[in-house]
Structures are given as structure tokens and as C-alpha cells.
């Protein structure tokens, strides 16, 4: 069988087999980790919390996130992501299960943190994973599909969420408190799913025939051998490399809107003077938007396998929007704005995270991607907290909303000079 017809196959039965796996746990991890977004419209009130107190407790999930994402990392390039990541996918899911019976401001904090603690590593482990099974030039594609679970998973949580908060008073329990039990109970089931079906890697897979294998295992460490025109990176290099510090700055900016939008969105549609029942509904437009558009734009990015301009554009168009809140009165206006802002963030990330991958080899690459994410997720923390300080501060989302739109500005800098930074951190010294 000729290369073409190896290549074909092998790609199309790593597309089926893998992709689906990767897409199934970070769409259960993203509803387990956002579904506070919707639980707080009536939650906040049945536990007194204020939009600052609510911020920090959403924000405290990512000190938990950052904290445990580089042992967690390294932890599953030593054991395998067969049996590390059904492990983190029982911790979170019992987590966010228990988050239902939270009293107050301190247990809330608390379960938060520890969500974040389960979860830890599971993003840079999926493009740990992503990275060994997926060849150069399928990658974007790839990531795109599995990034697609996040809008994919807000807008499916937007629309099973009000039927679930309807559950309220059903056996004792409120309806937030049903929407993280029966949120939780897909992601236990998810990891007893990952623990059969994922393969240690290629050359372990049963259902990869002996030339489609070879094919594609010989791919791989080829590509792992030359990374594009970047040169190999070891342990050493990630952390102290300018340019790996540069994309971890440019997700932190990018993080900080895109979790202060996504876990403050729904009380701010409520606040444009949309209803309760409604609101969930409006939730979910943005997001089946940006689904659409990163696909198309990262098959586009792929066309011409550049990612810098790629992620550069979306990003600034992204700042641009937020920070063009300020003066829109109009609430449909405002809504658009916040949708331009929502798509840009999306359409950067599932471009721009192809340049750390591709940059990182072996346990470089685990350590690497799981210092970025959690650098980057300092912006995750930050995002939520300010937003909910200032709301309360102003009685307005206006300011907040400004605030993290410097953050993709700041993403859409970085990417358009990142190449330079490259070319100069691999010059002669």
C-alpha cells in the first residue's frame, strides 16, 4: 500500500478513535467547571454571596489548576494518560458532585479550589496526548475539533441547564444543587470509559494495522526529531526560554477574558433585562457562533500553516469588541460585542496552541505545555475576580468587561511578534 493510502487510513482511524476521547473529557470537564455560571443565578442568593465573593470563588478554581498542573503533567508522562487521566476524572467529578452541598462562602472556596486540584493538568495532558498521535500537518485540525468541545459543552450546559434548575425542591434539594449532581455523574462515567479505550500510544494501538502503524509512528518521531524551524527544547530550555514566558503571557491575558466572560455571562444577559427562563437560551447563541467560525478558521490556518497572524487577528478583534462595551448603551448591541469578543478568544486558542506543541518534545513537551497552561491560567483567576469587584464596586459590568478586553490586545501583540522572538532566542549569542 503506498504512503498516501497509510497516511489516509491512519489519520482517519486516529480521527475516530482518539479524537472522540479527547473531545468527551474536556466537554464533561468544562461543564463541571463552568456550570457554577448558571447555578449562580439562583445560588448567589441561597448562600449570600456578593459578585465579588462569587468571583473569587470562581476564580479559585484555577489557583487549585495552577498549582497542580506541572506534578500532575509530569505524573502522566511517567504512567501514561490511560491511567492518569481517569484518575483526575474521578477526583474532579466527585469534586464538582459535592460542590451541590456547599453552606456558605468558605466551603464554596473551598470545593472550588479543590475542582481545580482534579482537573489539574487535564488540557496540557490532552495536547500531550493530541501531540503523539497527531502528524504536523493534521494537528491545528485536530486541536480545533477538540477545543470545539468548549463552545460545543457551554452552549449544550446553556440549554439542559434550565430544564435541571427546574428541578428545584425535588427531593429536598434546589435545583443549582441537582444541576451539579447530574452534571457530575457523566464525567465519573467518562473515566472508567478513557481507561479501555485509550491506547498507551500508536504503537500499542490494536486497531492500527502493521503498515498504518508504521507509517504513522515513523511520522512522528520524524517530526519530533525537526519541530518546524524551531529548535528541540529540553526540560531546561522551558523554563527559561523568553519565548515559552511570551505565550504563557499572551494565555494569560486571553484566559482572563475568556473565564470572565464565560463564568460571569449568564448574570450579565440577566442584566441586560433578559429573564431567568430565557436567559440560558441567549447564553448558548455566542458560543454555537464561535464554534462555527474556529472551524472555519482554523482549516484556514491549516491551508496555509501559519499561526502567528492567525491567532493575532482573532485575538485583537477580540479586544477591540470587549473594550467597545464601554460606550454601547443598546443591550443587542452589546450583546454582539460580547459575541465578536467570545468568537475572537476562541478562534485564538484553537490556533495559537499549536505553536507550544509543536515547539516541545518528550517530557519538554509535559512539562512545557503544563507550565503555559498554568501560567496562563493565573488570567483565569484574575478574569472572574475583577470582573465580579468591579460589578459590585460599580454596579455596573461595563468596567469589567474593559478590563480583561487589554487581555486579548495584549495575546493579538505577543502572536504578531512572536516570530521575531524566535528567530532572535535561536541566534548566535
Known sequence: MPDIEHETAAVRKVSLRILPLLFAAYFVAYIDRV???????????ALGLSQEQY???????????VAFAIPSNLILARIGGRVWLPIIMAAWGCASLVNAFVTGPSSFYLIRFVLGVGEAGLYPGLLYILAMWAPGRYRVRMLMLMILSTPFSIMVGSLISQPILLLDGAAGLAGWQWLFILQALPTLALGAVFWFAMPEGPETAPWLPAGEKRWLVSQLQAERRQREDVRH????????SPVIWMIALAGTGINAAAYGLILFLPQMIHA?????????????VPFAIAAIAMIFWSIHSDL??????????????????????????????IMVALTFGITGVFCYVSVFWAVPSAMLTGPAAAAGLALVNAVANLGSFVGPYLVGWVRDATGSYSLGI?????????AAIVAATLRSARKFEQSPQ
Open 304 to 333: 496555509k500553516m501559519e499561526r502567528n497572524w492567525h491567532a493575532a487577528i482573532p485575538a485583537a478583534c477580540a479586544g477591540i469588541a470587549l473594550i467597545s462595551c464601554a460606550l454601547l448603551k443598546d443591550p443587542v448591541a
Open 402 to 410: 474593559v478590563a480583561i478586553g487589554c487581555g486579548p490586545v495584549m
Open 55 to 65: 468571583g473569587l470563588a470562581a476564580g479559585l478554581f484555577f489557583v487549585g489548576y
Open 35 to 45: 456550570n457554577v455560571g448558571f447555578a449562580a443565578l439562583t445560588m448567589n442568593k
Open 272 to 284: 441586560l433585562g433578559v429573564s431567568s427562563a430565557m436567559t440560558p437560551l441567549v447564553n448558548a
Open 233 to 240: 527544547f529540553n526540560i531546561k530550555d522551558v523554563f527559561t
